[in-house]
């Protein structure tokens, strides 16, 4: 699973490395459709990764910073693993065999559900009282107050297993994307240079602001 560079051209995109190319073919179906879920996948897991290693590159102070970073590799990385257009990634599929790694999955996946996307668990608090003055004051109540607590998930430990969790499913994706590229490539050579010519090329289209609240079109 490469990476390759991509420039703006006056009639559209040019993907580099590629000098004899005429044409970069859409590829739709069923398998089209994996190939693009995968390689989104391999973003939102690579952006968590990379958090994880910036968290190293932050002063300590402002907490902030390493806490939003902190957070948001959790949101990434979950975000694979949970319902949404693309095919969800099973993690026992994954990190089948791997009880520890299952059960560190499991942490991060209630982590994210019930206390950093949606506030459930107890390791946020928030506990009302009222500051009671002596009898000898005018009045008795001094003043209303919340205690509040909010657990501390950034630990060495914690962050070792999402960084392992990460790797791994990384590696995953990246097989399974590169085992359907060598499909596709021998689907695709079984044909004549001219069907494949005349087939539908790849375009984008970019994403207006209308479009901020609908459900994208899922390749066909």
Same mark, same amino acid.
């Given at each position: 699973?490469?990476?390759?560079?991509?420039?703006?051209?006056?009639?559209?995109?040019?993907?580099?490395?590629?000098?004899?190319?005429?044409?970069?073919?859409?590829?739709?179906?069923?398998?089209?459709?994996?190939?693009?879920?995968?390689?989104?996948?391999?973003?939102?897991?690579?952006?968590?990764?990379?958090?994880?290693?910036?968290?190293?590159?932050?002063?300590?102070?402002?907490?902030?910073?390493?806490?939003? =970073?902190?957070?948001? @590799? #959790?949101?990434?990385?979950? *975000?694979? $693993?949970?319902?949404?257009?693309?095919? &969800?990634?099973?993690?026992?599929?994954?990190?089948?065999?791997?009880?520890?790694?299952?059960?560190?999955?499991?942490?991060?996946?209630?982590?994210?559900?019930?206390?950093?996307?949606?506030?459930?668990?107890?390791?946020?608090?928030?506990?009302?009282?009222?500051?009671?003055?002596?009898?000898?004051?005018?009045?008795?109540?001094?003043?209303?107050?919340?205690?509040?607590?909010?657990?501390?998930?950034?630990?060495?430990?914690?962050?070792?297993?999402?960084?392992? =969790?990460?790797?791994? @499913? #990384?590696?995953?994706?990246? *097989?399974? $994307?590169?085992?359907?590229?060598?499909? &596709?490539?021998?689907?695709?050579?079984?044909?004549?240079?001219?069907?494949?010519?005349?087939?539908?090329?790849?375009?984008?289209?970019?994403?207006?602001?209308?479009?901020?609240?609908?459900?994208?079109?899922?390749?066909?």
């Amino acid at each position: 699973m490469e990476r390759f560079s991509v420039t703006k051209t006056d009639s559209g995109f040019s993907i580099e490395g590629f000098p004899e190319a005429v044409k970069v073919i859409r590829i739709r179906g069923p398998e089209g459709k994996r190939l693009s879920d995968l390689a989104l996948h391999r973003a939102d897991l690579e952006f968590a990764a990379e958090c994880l290693e910036a968290i190293n590159h932050v002063p300590d102070e402002p907490s902030v910073l390493r806490q939003a =970073l902190w957070r948001a @590799a #959790i949101i990434h990385f979950m *975000k694979c $693993f949970g319902s949404s257009l693309r095919f &969800q990634l099973s993690a026992k599929k994954i990190y089948e065999g791997n009880s520890m790694a299952l059960n560190a999955f499991s942490y991060f996946e209630n982590l994210r559900n019930k206390h950093v996307v949606h506030d459930e668990n107890a390791y946020a608090q928030s506990i009302p009282g009222a500051i009671l003055n002596r009898s000898d004051k005018p009045y008795k109540i001094e003043k209303i107050v919340c205690f509040s607590a909010i657990a501390e998930t950034l630990s060495q430990d914690n962050y070792g297993n999402l960084h392992l =969790l990460s790797q791994t @499913a #990384i590696a995953w994706v990246a *097989k399974q $994307f590169d085992r359907l590229c060598e499909a &596709q490539t021998k689907d695709l050579e079984a044909k004549s240079y001219e069907d494949l010519h005349s087939q539908e090329a790849v375009t984008y289209t970019a994403p207006t602001l209308d479009q901020i609240s609908k459900k994208r079109n899922a390749p066909l």
